[in-house]
């Protein structure tokens, strides 16, 4: 049996994600040398025009917020939360709510592949493709070209800070081994787009409430490494959306459509204009 719904829509949300402590996301392992950097942040070339940054078009290799970091988290700090809908196979009692454990489907912690839920739907089933689409996509996210001005005029070198950190040793009592961690600076903000795909029957309030949750864990946990000490504190602004449909075949954007206002309003009012939404509900 294969899935036979039809796409209705897409809905695009523009997302700032500011970092409120220094952010460190990994990149590929370099060879360390002596008086070296230990931890290097992933980094990738970006073009930027000259309008935007000090004049002049360049290409600049600025550390980014990968699509797959952010999903990846949100969607493991969801698993803490959701309920998976368990195959007949699994005699796991799914009328009682799970509290703040890991599932019990999981395998050595992977992720849920029940493929029915609400978080397989939107992030997709774990080693189970094709049982269902896979709602949400998130973009790479760039820092925004104020936060480029902000790295140019703040830091000496590059667009990371260095951080030292140092091991204490128990029985001297003294620092040893420093290391050199790369960090995006505190106040950074990355800009991208999460893209959410609705189907037949799907239940936008439920995805987009699931959105959000996913959101707030995240502002109160850590994005990259090193979190229990401090690293990667964000927040997470909402300040844009585009919805376009399927309209007698032709994909048109719909942006104004009154359930989509009214579902965001619901869950993101600060998307919605409120006077824009009163006015759609008055024709
Ligand atoms: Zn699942």
Not at 11 to 24: D, E, Q, S, W
Not at 137 to 162: A, H, M, Q
Not at 235 to 250: A, M, P, Q, S
Request: hydrophobic residues 35%; proline residues 4%.
């Amino acid at each position: 049996m294969g899935f036979d719904k039809l796409l209705e829509g897409v809905l695009k949300l523009k997302v700032i994600i500011r970092a409120k402590t220094g952010l460190h996301i990994g990149g590929a392992k370099e060879n360390v040398e002596i008086g070296g950097i230990d931890n290097i942040v992933e980094k990738l070339k970006v073009f930027f025009t000259a309008e935007k940054v000090n004049g002049k078009d360049k290409f600049l290799d600025v550390p980014y917020i990968p699509g797959s970091s952010l999903k990846g988290k949100m969607r493991s700090l969801l698993e803490w939360i959701e309920k998976p809908q368990y195959s007949d196979t699994n005699n796991f009692d799914n009328t009682k709510p799970v509290a703040l454990a890991p599932r019990k489907e999981d395998k050595r912690g992977q992720p849920c592949g029940c493929g029915k839920c609400k978080i397989c739907k939107l992030f997709g089933a774990h080693q189970a493709q094709g049982q269902e689409p896979v709602r949400l996509r998130f973009d790479d996210f760039y820092p925004t070209c104020d936060t480029i001005k902000l790295w140019e005029n703040t830091l000496d070198s590059g667009y990371v800070e260095i951080k030292v950190e140092n091991m204490i040793n128990r029985i001297k009592g003294v620092a040893e081994n420093p290391r050199h961690t790369e960090r995006v600076i505190a106040g950074s903000e990355f800009e991208g787009y999460i893209t959410l795909r609705i189907f037949e029957g799907d239940n936008l309030d439920q995805f987009l409430e699931t959105l959000k949750t996913g959101f707030e864990m995240l502002e109160d946990d850590y994005l990259g490494g090193s979190g229990s000490r401090g690293y990667g504190r964000v927040e997470i602004k909402l300040v844009e959306y585009e919805y376009k449909k399927i309209d007698n075949g032709k994909y048109v954007n719909a942006s104004e459509d009154s359930e989509i206002k009214k579902a965001l309003k619901g869950v993101f009012p600060e998307l919605v204009n409120e006077g824009e939404v009163q006015n759609a509900q008055a024709l």
